[in-house]
């Protein structure tokens, strides 16, 4: 349903831009960027409803840019000025109501 691409190895202080195609039409949906590191649980990192409204986390805030293209029904993640803290798996999903559906992942590792 969902495919994640853009995850690799970059130093601290570099850029990174994470995209997820879906197969089905995304207008109506939440999309968002999750992030999963070693030991730790699943967390948002952002998100963006179908009328364009935003929401961050905060460790992201400044450095993290979501966006969406409902014509190609896809959702991009640009990431700026990487931490090392932000090495982990990122997952894109979207949400409507009772649907809920996953990508598979993609690893991103930020080297101090």
């Known amino acids: 349903q969902l495919q994640a691409f853009g995850g690799g190895l970059v130093q601290a202080g570099e850029s990174l831009r994470l995209s997820c195609t879906a197969s089905?039409?995304?207008?109506?949906?939440?999309m968002a960027w999750y992030r999963q590191a070693p030991g730790q649980q699943r967390q948002m990192v952002a998100s963006?409803?179908?009328?364009?409204?935003?929401n961050y986390a905060d460790s992201v805030k400044g450095r993290f840019t979501i966006s969406r293209n409902n014509a190609r029904n896809s959702v991009s993640l640009e990431m700026n000025s990487l931490k090392p803290e932000d090495t982990a798996v990122y997952y894109c999903n979207m949400a409507s109501g009772s649907r809920m559906y996953w990508g598979q992942g993609t690893l991103v590792t930020v080297s101090s």
């Open positions: 089905r039409n995304t207008n109506a949906f939440f």
């Open positions: 963006i409803s179908p009328g364009g409204h935003l």
